[in-house]
């Protein structure tokens, strides 16, 4: 047997089809992998987005809450003038004392 033929069919280095199917696998699991890094990225920002709105909806519902009760406290105040109750107490057929008399009781 000649030297030529025994490099050729024995002791050769591992053949290039090896090393590019390796290749290829470690491209694939890193193409899997970033595909997988960028949707959990992804979902990660529509969550935020979502909950973004949600907390701006709070908002203004907490600022139309506060509108509504310095609305409310206005019309109490308005209601609760002395003018006001005096025209009630009229009309609910009340009249103003003429005079007035106190009891004083006994402390022990």
Known sequence: MSVVWQQSTHGVPRRKEQMNQVTARAFVIGIVLATAFVGGYLALGA????????????????ARMQRESSRLETEIARLSSIPVLQ???VALGFAPAESVGFIELETP
């Open 87 to 89: 025209v009630r107490s």
């Open 47 to 62: 969550a935020n987005v979502r909950l973004s709105n949600e907390v701006w909806a709070l908002h203004n519902d907490v």
